[in-house]
C-alpha cells in the first residue's frame, strides 16, 4: 500500500525557516518524480515543486523560487522542502504527492502538515 | 499564471447529473491533454478521479466523466449520490513540468 506521511509543520515568524519532510512508502520511491502542493486555510490546491527521480531537475512556482528548495533521499525513501524566508502568505497545509504518467498526475496524497507563518 | 476558472459552487439532487468546467488558456488547458480532477472532502487529502482528460483511474466509480473542448476541461458526475459532495480541483500540465490547479468547485449535493 503506498504511504506518505508529512511532518515537520509548525509555527515560525516571518522571515524563518523550516524543514518538512515526506516519508515514502509501499513502492519503489526512487523510480518517481514527486510534487509538493500547498492549500492555505479555507482556499485551494496550489502546486509548488517537482523533483525528478534521481533529483537532478526541480521546478517551482514562481512565487517560492529562491526561498524554497526541494531535494529527496532515495536511499531512506524521503522527500523534503526546505522552506527560508517565509512570509504570512505561505501558511498552508503542505502536501506531498507521488507523480505519475508523463509528470502531470498526482495519483497519491499525504495527509499533509500544516505551516503557520505569524508573529 | 492565474489559477484555472471553475465555478464556485454548483449542486443537484441525487440521480442527477452535474458538470463542472474548467477554462484556462492554450498555456495550460487548451495546449496539453494533461487535465486531472480531484475530489477532496473535508480535511481529507485529494484523491485523484481523472486524469490525461478522460480516464479514470482504477476504483473510480464510471460515473465520473471528463472532457476538453478547446481551453475548457470539464468532469461530469452521473447519478450523483451524496458521497459525491466534496470540493473537486481540475489540475492542468503548465509547461516545463509545471501545474496549475483551478480555484475548486464545491459541489452540494441536495
Known amino acids: 500500500e503506498v504511504q506518505l506521511v508529512e511532518s515537520g509543520g509548525g509555527l515560525v515568524q516571518p522571515g524563518g525557516s523550516l524543514r518538512l519532510s515526506c516519508a515514502a512508502s509501499g513502492f519503489t520511491f526512487s523510480r518517481y518524480w514527486m510534487s509538493w502542493v500547498r492549500q492555505a486555510p479555507g482556499k485551494g490546491l496550489e502546486w509548488v515543486a517537482n523533483i525528478k527521480q534521481e533529483g537532478s531537475e526541480k521546478h517551482y512556482v514562481d512565487s517560492v523560487k529562491g526561498r524554497f528548495t526541494v531535494s529527496r533521499d532515495n536511499a531512506k525513501n524521503s522527500l523534503f522542502l526546505q522552506m527560508n524566508s517565509l512570509r504570512a502568505e505561505d501558511t498552508a497545509v503542505y502536501f506531498c504527492a507521488r507523480i505519475v504518467g508523463d509528470g502531470t498526475v498526482l495519483d497519491y496524497w499525504g495527509q499533509g502538515t500544516l505551516v503557520t507563518v505569524s508573529s | 499564471q492565474s489559477a484555472l476558472t471553475q465555478?464556485?459552487?454548483?449542486?443537484?439532487?441525487?440521480?442527477?447529473?452535474?458538470?463542472?468546467?474548467c477554462t484556462g488558456t492554450s498555456s495550460n488547458v487548451g495546449g496539453y491533454d494533461c487535465v486531472s480532477w480531484?475530489?477532496?472532502r473535508p480535511g481529507k487529502?485529494?484523491?485523484?478521479?481523472?486524469?490525461?482528460?478522460?480516464?479514470?483511474?482504477?476504483?473510480?466509480?464510471?460515473?465520473?466523466?471528463?472532457?476538453?473542448?478547446?481551453?475548457?476541461?470539464?468532469?461530469?458526475?452521473?447519478?450523483?449520490?451524496?458521497?459525491?459532495?466534496?470540493?473537486?480541483?481540475?489540475?492542468?500540465?503548465?509547461?516545463?513540468?509545471?501545474?496549475?490547479?483551478?480555484?475548486?468547485?464545491?459541489?452540494?449535493?441536495l
Open chain 2, 7 to 21: 465555478p464556485r459552487s454548483v449542486s443537484g439532487s441525487p440521480g442527477q447529473s452535474v458538470t463542472i468546467s
Open chain 2, 38 to 40: 480531484y475530489q477532496q
Open chain 2, 45 to 109: 487529502a485529494p484523491k485523484l478521479m481523472i486524469y490525461d482528460v478522460f480516464k479514470r483511474p482504477s476504483g473510480v466509480p464510471d460515473r465520473f466523466s471528463g472532457s476538453k473542448s478547446g481551453k475548457t476541461a470539464s468532469l461530469t458526475i452521473s447519478g450523483l449520490q451524496a458521497e459525491d459532495e466534496a470540493d473537486y480541483y481540475c489540475c492542468s500540465y503548465a509547461g516545463t513540468y509545471t501545474l496549475i490547479f483551478g480555484g475548486g468547485t464545491r459541489l452540494t449535493v
